[in-house]
């Protein structure tokens, strides 16, 4: 190296390590259509095309069933029913063997598949499926839990307990008390790219499958388990997904044991990808829920007790419903402390398809029913529903301990509340909110500010843990393959810029590779915003591996202690020498070093005794806050979000870009399930709002007027994540509490808000209508 290069290196920074903006590693792609799908990749000669037969009744026993017009339709190859799966037939992730591939014998929901049509193109298949003849014997359905009381209902899973304090004592002696109930709608994940799964048949046992999956080792399992293999002859491989948020955390299943057993019959490859209306019909959604509360609290807003029940809908198996209700009780509190508190979760059995995971798992209905409470005691004392949050925020010594008994020991929620409060300008917002209602006969404009505490990590202490493979090349390059799944997220950009970081050399010479069961083996679902915090410590342990032995070896081979070698930008200070990264890489191979390294992370301090109720499950807690403004049209029911003000604190970020469109998206995501997103089941169980025509997302005409968005850079998590980082996948979301209750707020101000007008989710224009004059009439009785 010469002089000249020396000094040009020492100007140098790294491009693309943490703590800087780095675009998504695809996003050039995604603009131009160049991101390969599962859907875009050359099919093999001779691929075949499946296609579901769904059940057309919710619940009754299968008479029978007459597939002969089917298999001899043209282009059809094989008719597969629940006979032909060669292993278990069961892809049930609570390993309670509730949930078959194909009903046998009785079906439970209307949509559940029956019989997979495989043929020669999909379209030939699709057809096919039509030509079936089946004779049930219809059973009665339940379809909508209003129907049935929690108490002694049909459950898909044991419920949760959670408690501290004697609740009743405490509800029954407080001087102000109050009941109610909370109906919080469902959401249909409406991923871009539907399921699908390709799979291609290989020697002896072996089959791969190209899945659009967030847990490939699940996939990997049940597969294997379909077909009566060892896991070790399936590989399943994730490049990329078009979204996902929960939906393709358990629902993948189906689709490629369909896919790996049809292949494995025909000899050839199969793909399966379901139309969008069956995808939404035969695949679960969030819970919906029915939050039932009781509390005590004093005349000055401060809360004595609280006793709750969220019961879910669940379907007609238990899916993740068990850790889905559970995380809602652990977010029964969202940011306030209860002196005494029982909450119980009552996951009820439904004829509906079974409810998964979502974004939040459960956390944001938790908090719904929070903020419930909060608006209920403002509104009975008369007072501003944020002084009534702030009264009962979690504080200090005896006011920091959760109902499941970890203490809230990183709190700022207080910092953050008080900062959106000042920078929103809500005070004065509201003052004037206030004179323009008094003006406006139709149009009423409403505030509110909601806080967000939402725990990291997963509940089951188990899939806290992850793998990663890094290879360093003789020129330098690095290879990186680890367990999580890239849905859209950012996940690989970050921790690529973790890898990057530790070897201090540019991004571009990290290569991002597919998520593969056959390179990291076990791995957990990418799910519960842990993938950066997982996958990102994985890495960087086998980065530290490699670094740490291509230390030791330049120590030994230039005669310098350790400490004076230092890793700088694509170079190694060695003593008083640099030498580029790639020529000390070159030296370490030819002394037979090994340069690669299989990384391993599992998190610390969690525990959680499911039985007793008490535990730390979450390693952290991640903080928001959000100040939403909206007008209501009160003739109509329609209404604009005028503002929004968030504060998010994401720790050190790794990648502030990545995780500003995650804040924003999610709470845009969050907006479309509490107002415009309905879910619609018929009285026969049929879902009407199945297609884009029926079921509204929002579009870019509903994002506020006025959005603000700002990372609190002060923060910095206090437990030794990757780079001091914190999770950002789902915390988000809950940010949209502030528009349902800005509702709220607005609607209230046709009464001068003398009523609660108990709002429920998903906020419609028609329920905000009803809501208006339903007060109005309350009013005037």
């Known amino acids: 190296?010469?002089?000249?290069?020396?000094?040009?290196?020492?100007?140098?920074?790294?491009?693309?390590?943490?703590?800087?903006?780095?675009?998504h590693d695809s996003a050039h792609k995604h603009v131009t259509g160049e991101a390969v799908y599962i859907d875009d990749m050359a099919e093999p000669a001779g691929t075949l095309h499946a296609y579901l037969g769904l059940s057309e009744v919710a619940h009754g026993t299968i008479r029978a069933l007459d597939l002969k017009e089917v298999g001899s339709a043209p282009g059809v190859v094989a008719v597969l029913t629940a006979k032909d799966v060669p292993g278990v037939n069961d892809i049930s992730p609570a390993g309670l063997h509730d949930e078959p591939i194909l009903a046998e014998g009785e079906v439970q929901f209307l949509g559940q598949p029956v019989f997979t049509v495989i043929a020669e193109t999909r379209e030939a298949a699709r057809r096919a499926c039509r030509l079936a003849k089946v004779e049930y014997e219809e059973k009665p359905a339940l379809i909508d839990i209003a129907e049935v009381e929690p108490q002694g209902a049909r459950l898909v899973t044991k419920p949760l307990t959670l408690s501290r304090g004697e609740a009743a004592e405490a509800i029954t002696a407080a001087p102000r008390r109050l009941k109610g109930r909370m109906r919080v709608g469902g959401q249909d994940h409406f991923y871009l790219e539907g399921q699908i799964a390709f799979a291609l048949p290989g020697e002896d046992m072996d089959v791969t499958v190209h899945s659009s999956t967030q847990h490939p080792s699940e996939v990997q399992h049940m597969v294997a388990h379909a077909l009566g293999v060892p896991s070790h002859a399936v590989t399943v491989e994730v490049?990329?997904?078009?979204?996902?948020?929960?939906?393709?955390?358990?629902?993948?299943?189906?689709?490629?044991?369909i896919a790996a057993i049809a292949a494995k019959r025909t000899g050839r490859p199969v793909k399966i990808r379901p139309d969008r209306d069956d995808d939404m019909t035969a695949t679960g959604k969030r819970h919906d829920f029915l939050i039932d509360y009781d509390i005590g609290f004093d005349e000055e807003g401060t809360i004595l007790g609280v006793d709750l029940t969220y019961a879910a809908r669940c379907g007609f198996s238990a899916d993740l419903s068990g850790p889905v209700t559970d995380r809602a009780l652990f977010h029964c509190d969202n940011a306030y402390f209860y002196p005494a508190v029982r909450a119980v979760s009552a996951p009820l059995y439904t004829n509906t398809v079974s409810n998964t995971a979502f974004r939040g798992f459960g956390g944001p209905q938790g908090m719904l029913g929070a903020e419930r409470i909060i608006d209920e005691v403002a509104f009975a004392l008369g007072k501003d529903p944020l002084e009534i949050r702030k009264r009962n925020f979690y504080g200090n010594g005896t006011r920091n301990v959760t109902p499941y008994h970890q203490k809230v020991d990183d709190n700022v929620v207080h910092r953050i509340v008080s900062e959106v409060e000042k920078s929103a300008d809500y005070a004065a917002r509201r003052r004037a909110i206030a004179a323009f209602n008094a003006k406006s006969e139709i149009v009423k404009r409403g505030i509110a500010l909601t806080p967000v505490k939402f725990g990291i990590s997963f509940t089951a202490t188990h899939f806290n843990q992850a793998g990663a493979l890094v290879h360093v090349y003789t020129d330098g390059s690095v290879h990186l393959n680890h367990g999580g799944t890239e849905m859209g997220q950012g996940l690989y950009v970050k921790v690529a810029?973790?890898?990057?970081?530790?070897?201090?050399?540019?991004?571009?010479?990290?290569?991002?590779?597919?998520?593969t069961t056959g390179k990291v083996p076990n791995t957990s679902a990418t799910a519960a915003?842990?993938?950066?915090?997982?996958?990102?410590?994985?890495?960087?342990?086998?980065?530290?591996?490699?670094?740490?032995?291509?230390?030791?070896?330049?120590?030994?081979?230039?005669?310098?202690?350790?400490?004076?070698?230092?890793?700088?930008?694509?170079?190694?200070r060695v003593g008083n020498q640099e030498i580029l990264f790639v020529e000390l890489v070159k030296q370490a191979y030819m002394a037979r070093v090994q340069l690669s390294a299989a990384g391993f992370y599992k998190t610390p301090k969690i525990h959680w005794d499911r039985d007793s109720g008490r535990g730390r499950p979450f390693y952290y807690f991640a903080y928001g806050a959000?100040?939403?403004?909206?007008?209501?049209?009160?003739?109509?029911?329609?209404?604009?979000?005028?503002?929004?003000?968030?504060?998010?604190?994401t720790g050190k970020s790794l990648?502030?870009?990545?995780?500003?469109?995650?804040?924003?998206?999610?709470?845009?995501?969050?907006v479309g399930w509490l107002t415009t997103e309905e879910l619609v089941w018929d009285g026969k169980g049929r879902l009407t709002t199945h297609a884009p025509s029926t079921y509204k997302i929002p579009l870019a005409s509903d994002r506020p007027k006025v959005f603000n968005v700002t990372l609190a850079d002060w923060a910095e998590n206090a437990e030794p994540t990757v780079h001091r980082s914190k999770a950002v996948g789902e915390p988000p979301f809950m940010?949209?509490?502030?528009?349902?209750?800005?509702?709220?707020?607005?609607?209230?101000?046709?009464?001068?808000?003398?009523l609660c007008p108990r709002l429920d989710a998903p906020a419609t224009p028609e329920r905000v209508l009803m809501a208006v004059e339903r007060l109005r009439a309350e009013m005037g009785a």
């Open 655 to 670: 990648n502030p870009a990545i995780d500003l469109g995650q804040i924003e998206g999610g709470f845009i995501q969050g």
């Open 735 to 754: 940010l949209a509490m502030s528009v349902l209750h800005a509702l709220s707020d607005a609607v209230a101000s046709v009464v001068d808000h003398k």
């Open 529 to 572: 915003s842990s993938g950066s915090d997982l996958n990102g410590m994985a890495a960087q342990n086998g980065a530290r591996q490699i670094k740490n032995r291509l230390i030791d070896f330049a120590a030994e081979q230039y005669g310098v202690p350790k400490e004076q070698i230092e890793f700088l930008p694509n170079r190694v």
């Open 239 to 257: 490049r990329r997904m078009g979204g996902g948020f929960g939906g393709k955390e358990t629902q993948a299943n189906l689709f490629a044991a």
């Open 626 to 649: 959000a100040c939403a403004e909206v007008s209501i049209d009160t003739l109509t029911g329609e209404y604009m979000v005028e503002r929004v003000d968030i504060l998010h604190e």
């Open 1 to 23: 190296m010469t002089r000249h290069e020396t000094l040009d290196l020492r100007k140098a920074k790294i491009a693309g390590g943490v703590a800087t903006d780095r675009r």
């Open 497 to 515: 810029q973790v890898v990057a970081e530790e070897f201090q050399i540019d991004i571009d010479q990290v290569k991002i590779t597919a998520t």
